[in-house]
């Protein structure tokens, strides 16, 4: 999995909920966190350097929960220097699965049921 | 971002186990240690005070307070020289790096917030590697640094 920096992982997640900037300010309040639609556009802009300013631990907490997600999933392209040189296991390759939105998530489900009924449906024949 | 070359890449448990100690941080699993005019200082989970081990003290350098390590800025920019650590916090808001004191601690920083957590034994090694190899790696001059009262980092 590619380290994906905390601007462009944020807009992913927020696309994949199909909030809008506006309504992911509200959302983020029920977590106690009070930010600005203009707030999280900065969030989600690159700095001309190319690097993104991470915003601050309680509102990395609210994110998480909004989104689901662990915080390393957040920040991970802040320890790009730590990466697994062997494949991943398989719930490592399933963090982004956050990234997906609803309708994608059920084809997901879907695909992996059906190859699990076609596993046992075989495993009966034999 | 920083492409990485296969070199530096480490096992999937040295991995794991820095992106546990990520989240460990940021789900509040921090024991507070002391408070510097520039930083607070944390310890993940309850590692530091308690659990880290002691080497033989030689007498030959200086042990000093974990807030005294970081309070101070002419031993912070001695250790930190030649070490990207400082810059990338001031221009992103957080970084990480491993700092050697008897044992190798990995050091997360986010705004003022410095975590620590001595890296487990068996990813010790591949750590120090690729933190080297990024330049962000310290050993500063003293021989231990203390936590409350016990010499623990």
Redesign the interface.
Known sequence: MSRVPFNRRIAELRLARGLSLRQMAIDLEQYGVKVSHNAIAKWESEKPSGSTRLPSKEVIGALCKLFNVKPSFLVEEMFASVKSKSGSGRSEKMLDVELLTDEEFEALLKVKDLLIKARKSKAGEL | ??E?D?H?????E???Y???T??R????DNYHCCTTSDFEIWHVGTCCPYICDCAQIDGQRQKIFCGDFWQSKSLRALTMKGNDFLSLLR??????CVLELRRPHMIWA??N?IYNHAIPEQFAGE?VR??K??N?YSKPPVLGVYVNTKISA
């Open positions: 971002m920083r990485l296969d530096l890449h480490v096992s999937k040295a991995s794991q820095v992106r546990n990520i989240d941080i940021y789900l509040e221009q992103d808001g957080a970084a990480s986010h705004g917030a750590l690729v933190a190899a990024k962000l």
